[in-house]
């Protein structure tokens, strides 16, 4: 199962918006809603910001949001804040009735 | 409030093996699949074993395929990760998980080595 493709990096200013894809197949991004992403600071577990494409969590800022077109998901986080410094990993449910992960994207507020 | 506990992570030879347990509540346990997650130092995320909510299916990275089983017992809310023949390369904070709604344990860390 190929890992999800993600930007390695992605920077911003504080207050600025910034966009993270997510690139997979019509055998897992394509076929179902079921994309997720989660967020990860230095030595803790990971933590949903987004579930079924779009879904916030109860908690989880509306500074976060997410889309899907076609067999590419995003993750766009607005107004963006130093404590939004984090990696970042989108996942996907998939035809082989499994999970699979993005890359990971290294998010930079300068 | 969901809540998954992983536990059994620990220092083991290599060739050795360790059994890794992940207690669930808050949620219908039985009725979502669940997955163990893995992350070695300074790596991503990746999917190591996944079994569906009636632990009927089950599926296995090709990395661990032969060595590591999955096994989830509803009655106890729990799931399980057997990993034998270990080798550094499975050195990694190890993570239950039920990703269908983001939910995620502490992780425990296992280690490899002589």
């Known amino acids: 199962q190929s890992a999800l493709t993600q930007p390695a990096s992605v920077s911003g200013s504080p207050g600025q918006s910034i966009t993270i894809s997510c690139t997979g197949t019509s055998n897992d991004i394509g076929i179902l809603n079921y994309v997720s992403w989660f967020q990860q600071h230095p030595g803790k577990a990971p933590k949903v910001m987004i579930y079924e494409v779009s879904n916030r969590p109860s908690g989880i800022s509306d500074r976060f949001s997410g889309s899907k077109s076609g067999n590419t998901a995003s993750l766009t986080i607005s107004g963006l804040q130093a404590e939004d410094e984090a990696d970042y990993y989108c996942?996907?449910?998939?035809?082989?009735?499994?999970?699979?992960f993005g890359t990971g994207t290294k998010v930079t507020v300068l | 409030e969901v809540q998954l506990l992983d536990s059994g992570g620990g220092l083991v030879q290599p060739g050795g093996s360790l059994r890794l347990s992940c207690a669930a509540s808050?949620?219908?346990?039985?009725?979502?699949?669940m997955t163990w997650v893995r992350q070695a130092p300074g790596k991503g995320l990746e999917c190591v074993s996944f079994?569906?909510?009636?632990?009927?299916?089950?599926y296995y990275a090709d990395s661990v395929r032969g060595r590591f089983t999955i096994s989830r017992d509803n009655s106890k809310n729990t799931v399980y990760l057997q990993m034998n023949s270990l080798r550094a390369e499975d050195t990694a904070v190890y993570y239950c998980a039920q990703l269908r709604f983001g939910y995620w344990g502490q992780g425990t860390l296992v280690t490899v080595s002589p």
């Open positions: 996942s996907s449910y998939t035809i082989s009735s499994t999970y699979v």
């Open positions: 808050g949620f219908t346990f039985s009725t979502y699949a």
């Open positions: 079994v569906s909510n009636s632990g009927g299916t089950t």
